[in-house]
DNA sequence: AGGTACATACCGTCTGGTCGGTATTGAGGA
DNA sequence: TCCTCAATACCGACCAGACGGTATGTACCT
């Protein structure tokens, strides 16, 4: 029951090819981000690249900060989106578990530039954004860990060890491919993302 | 035949407890670059950390970007001489590269702080000195490659697996230990070690 | 009329870096 | 032995520019 008929006054968002004010700040923001920094990069860069000023820039968002929280916000919704999706397929647990690792390579490499501002600019972050966006970050940790121990309580896994490690072993692999992964080296996303997988599964049913 | 005698003329170095100027503002330069980010510490910060005034700070370093640098190179020689020396021991490779896995992951944890500076701030370094951190880099990656590779030759690893990707899959893991490790969790360093260096071995020798 | 969507001009603060000066030392000559 | 010279090891004042953020204005729409 969402108001559209909201009380629409004053003059409406200008658009250049379909994208608002505020989605392109966003969408340059990334970009310059990911090449320069956060702290390389200067609100007159971003509003520039942007085709706006300053003004534009503050009516939309609360600070520089909010910039970057909301490029972690979109991040976190897709790929939390996506294994969700991924865990809640049929299937053994080791063929779901294979297909979701492959999964979030895949989609991490497609959004390298969301995944280099990351890991490099987190604590760049007011202490209290930091924390809702680690609140999430745990909600996805524990889905991808769910799957691992419902391996090990079924004996298909080693148990041997602890699940929250290896989910931390497996994402520091993935959260680290924008410190190597090159456009055009030999693998393709898909091939790295089974590769990743492979591994992955192979640690865990070796006996 | 390094000239013990050298020509030694003007005031000699102060020192605060058998540590001299410059060792002292690189040794609070990186608690403090890992505590507030490279970019969110100013070179004000650090010299009044270390007790002395930015004129001392540029008599013995070019720029704050130097400064960043030689901390870089410190960890660097550090883990590289660990790691041949890791790599030149006796015994199968299996047990070797467990051993330098291992070791590497512990090392990490021990000097948790430049590691979270490395990975964080590496970017913002000049093009040139990020490039000569690559090169010594690279030559850690291979020595590490090559002891997978050896193993993949005689049979006791998987060799469907390029051993680059290996390289890269278990550092990334090793390079995000910051990201989650604390120093009074359920697992030590060595239990992590341990841990990581299994899984590792296991993903390499299950068929 | 009143709210939205920006543009423009501006501000106080802080930053990396510079520069001239001075204290302190050992070396070498007389 | 004493003195000068040159070099090191800093200190402290300073600067030009860039930075994030804001206050005010105005065009536009309902």
Redesign the interface.
Known sequence: MADQSARRVGRPPSTVDGRTVPERLLGVALKLFAE?????TSVQDVVAAAGVTKGAMYHYFGSKDDLLYEIYGRVLRMQTDRLEKAAAHEGPVEERLHAAAADVVVTTIENLESTTIF??SL??LSEEKQKAVRRERRRYHQTFRAMIEEGQASGVF?DD??AD??V??????????P??WKPHG??SERE?GR??A???L?????H
């Not at 931390?168 to 491919?177: I, K, N, P, Q, W």
């Open positions: 320069k920094g956060f702290e390389g890991f490099r604590h760049q080693r060890l602890d490690l290896i931390d072993y497996f994402f520091g692999s993935v959260h680290h491919l410190m190597w030999r693998l790295i590769s990743f492979d591994l992955l192979a640690s865990l049913t070796s």
